[in-house]
């Protein structure tokens, strides 16, 4: 028994959280886009999913990047929480990416690095035999947390008609060490190399103020099944949008924005979800906000100034 509650138990999983409104938020799953937008940008999405289940899923993120001109590109900030059953996993991300003009349009490459902290909340556990709030030497304890180091890679390109990425999440693939409820022993939750391709393309339908914008995210930790992202929004007169996005063995969801002025964003989806959990499930909410300007900094008049000292 001594050798059993002193070992470490490894788990790996698919842990990269999701949004439906992938198209408004490249930034969390490519560093390469960091500064392509040519402005300061934040932006902010909260996600409910599977609204109906107790503990469900819920994801806030916040993304801001700025150019920085002497860099050839610009750097970024990425935060995000994640909070699913006991679990809370918060992460805090720098990226930068070296910008450079190609063939009509822009290209990035980027680098992230990461900061994860995973930790168990407060609950109570329900185990097997029905006991509840027991101790077990293979569970994990309340209020244990963990800090591991990660990396993040991406190549982005953008011009007026498409636009496309590939990226990996969890490149050194960290590990989190957590201690049992007994505190003789820990539990090791390695993180799972993620890979993400993306891309989309703007077609100005003529003599309409109507563009169609089909977009598309593949994702992979080539290890469990493959999940694909198919999206297709219209925009009216470049200020109103809406549309579906398809997720293969997930959810049909609907979305919607505007932009409430041309540097300020809003946008909503709601997912329906089409697995066997839609009976219990009351589907997914997303909500995300967008804003971006720049800072103009007048050219120095060439000339002379006088600086008059009246004794």
């Known amino acids: 028994m001594g050798v059993v509650l002193c070992s470490s138990w490894m788990v790996s999983a698919q842990q990269d959280v999701q949004f439906t409104q992938f198209t408004q938020n490249k930034l969390l799953y490519n560093p390469g886009y960091t500064a392509n937008r040519g402005s300061i940008c934040l932006d902010l999405l ?3 999913q599977w609204v109906g289940f107790d503990n469900a899923p819920t994801t806030q993120n916040f993304n801001a990047d700025i150019p920085i001109s002497f860099l050839h590109g610009g750097i970024g900030l990425i935060v995000t929480n994640d909070q699913i059953g006991f ?14 003009d190609f063939a009509g349009g822009k290209l990035g490459f980027g680098l992230m690095v990461d ?16 006991n509840i709030g027991g101790f077990d030497p293979f569970v994990a304890a309340n209020g244990s947390t963990s800090l591991s180091p990660d990396l993040n890679v991406g190549v982005y390109y953008e011009n007026d ?5 590939l990226s990996t999440t ?8 957590l201690g049992s409820q007994i505190g003789a022993g820990e539990f090791a939750f390695r993180s799972k190399r993620h890979f993400y391709l993306m891309g ?16 598309l995210m593949v994702k992979s930790d080539l290890a469990g099944p493959m999940t694909a992202d198919i999206n297709v929004n219209a925009m009216y007169n470049n200020r109103v949008w809406g549309g579906v996005t398809y997720r293969n063995q997930d959810a049909l969801a609907m979305q919607a924005g505007l932009f409430i002025m041309p540097s300020l964003k809003l946008g909503y989806s709601y997912d329906i979800t089409l697995s066997d959990i839609s009976v219990t499930s009351g589907g997914s909410h997303e909500i995300m906000l967008g804003y971006c300007f720049r800072i103009e900094i007048p050219a120095r008049e060439k000339g002379s100034n ?3 000292r009246f004794l």
Do not use: C
């Not at 989309?200 to 103020?209: E, K, V």
């Open 46 to 48: 909260h996600r409910s």
């Open 306 to 308: 006088r600086n008059p």
């Open 161 to 165: 008609k498409y636009w496309g990425g």
């Open 170 to 177: 969890r490149g050194i693939e960290g590990t989190f060490t």
């Open 115 to 130: 900061f994860k902290n995973k930790s168990v909340t407060s609950g109570d556990w329900v185990f097997p035999d029905g």
């Open 200 to 215: 989309g393309y703007n077609w100005n339908i003529a003599n309409t103020n109507w563009t169609l914008m089909p977009a």
């Open 87 to 100: 679990f809370q996993d918060i992460s805090f991300g720098l990226s930068y990416a070296y910008q450079m």
